[in-house]
């Protein structure tokens, strides 16, 4: 079945340390997004990419970094320099541009203690 | 820039009974509007979306919204809600043109009491 693979599920870090949240998908997207969840705050962008070997900060970018060296992965690292890093991350994907479908994966809740 | 207000966080509904949850935009261009669906722990899920053409979008499981341009407005609506609506749900929008990136609102979590 095509769709956006996150893993993993949840996870667990020590303060300080740097971790890597895992995005795949299966659908030929070009485009692909990664999003922050926080209670009440809605969906906020950190980083997004529209084709490979390229990709743009979002609004909240500052403790994140990414890559995309192939067109179904778009891992996410973040990075001791993220304050407050606990919180639920959604990947998602689209075909082309904003104005597209954006299909979600089932999300990674970073937990940091 | 652009925005979306939804101004409703939470909105409990008896089974059965009609809903809508109000969606408002800010924009300086034309838009594109969408409704996303979140069940618990999981990602978002397309429900329905306004590009052009009709005002009124309907999606497969009796939600339908009608885009307001005067009011700038997307509301969702549902005539009868189930136990299973029980979710957040999230409006969304960007420019149709040029590549300003989707916006999403705070989100309105919907509680279907039997």
């Known amino acids: 079945d095509g769709g956006i693979t996150q893993s993993p599920k949840y996870l667990f870090r020590k303060e300080g340390q740097n971790v890597t949240l895992s995005c795949e998908q299966n659908l030929n997207h070009d485009a692909m997004y990664w999003y922050r969840q926080d209670p009440g705050q809605g969906l906020r962008l950190i980083y997004y990419?529209?084709?490979?070997?390229?990709?743009q900060k979002g609004d909240i970018a500052e403790g994140y970094s990414v890559s995309r060296e192939k067109k179904e992965s778009f891992p996410l690292t973040v990075t001791s320099a993220q304050k407050n890093p606990t919180a639920f991350y959604l990947c998602?994907?689209?075909?082309?541009?904003?104005?597209?479908?954006?299909?979600f994966g089932q999300g990674t809740r970073l937990t940091v203690v | 820039a652009q925005s979306v207000t939804q101004l409703d966080s939470q909105v409990p509904v008896f089974e059965e009974a009609p809903v809508e949850l109000r969606c408002n935009y800010s924009?300086?261009?034309?838009?594109?509007l969408f409704w996303y669906v979140q069940y618990p722990n999981q990602g978002l899920q397309l429900l329905l979306k306004y590009l052009s053409g009709s005002t009124l979008v309907e999606s497969i499981n009796g939600f339908e919204a009608e885009f307001n341009k005067s009011q700038t407005s997307f509301h969702l609506r549902k005539p009868s809600v189930h136990i299973s609506d029980t979710a957040e749900y999230f409006c969304a929008v960007s420019a149709n043109f040029g590549n300003e990136k989707l916006t999403f609102g705070t989100g309105t979590r919907l509680t279907i009491i039997p």
């Open positions: 990419s529209q084709i490979v070997n390229d990709f």
């Open positions: 924009s300086s261009v034309s838009v594109y």
């Open positions: 998602a994907s689209s075909s082309s541009g904003w104005n597209t479908e954006a299909f």
